[in-house]
């Protein structure tokens, strides 16, 4: 049984990685940095897997290693600006029926039911509003072309 030699340039190696097998050059297979850097473009996985040969150096299996999908210190930047972030205000609609729940229309004095018919028809109103604003930007954000991020977006 004879072994690979990391500089043996006509002796390929198969290499193992994600369900598939790669036949490259010992020199290449033998070199941990190396065979990251040759993979990396076509298996992003593997410039941080790990490397393991077997005993007759025929065999290198390429494992990545379990990461993160996002999180890291870009995503606890957007956590802590959302908790820093006033309030928003809710559906004006939902916060008036929130505030009348459970009384009696029919009982209310004609003052109460005067105030509550102005609410009502300004609450009716912003939400007209908001209603207009979003199908406005939805349609603008439907009709824009996709565009690459100028960066890597962690966890992808």
Do not use: C, H
């Amino acid at each position: 049984m004879s072994t690979v030699t990391p500089n043996d340039s006509n002796t390929l190696v198969t290499v193992k990685i994600e369900g598939q097998e790669i036949k490259l050059a010992a020199a290449i297979a033998n070199n941990d940095d190396l065979l990251r850097r040759v993979l990396a473009p076509v298996y992003p996985g593997a410039a941080n897997s790990t490397i393991t040969r077997s005993a007759d150096g025929k065999t290198v299996d390429v494992i990545k290693k379990a990461g993160t999908k996002g999180g890291g210190a870009s995503t606890d930047i957007v956590i802590s600006m959302l908790d820093a972030a006033p309030e928003a205000a809710g559906n004006p609609v939902i916060e008036l029926y929130r505030e009348y729940v459970g009384i009696n229309m029919a009982t209310m004095p004609a003052d109460q039911l005067t105030a509550f018919t102005a609410k009502a028809q300004e609450a009716l109103e912003q939400g007209e509003s908001d209603e207009r604003e979003l199908t406005t930007i939805t349609g603008r954000l439907a009709k824009r072309s996709p565009i690459p991020a100028p960066f890597v977006i962690v966890g992808f």
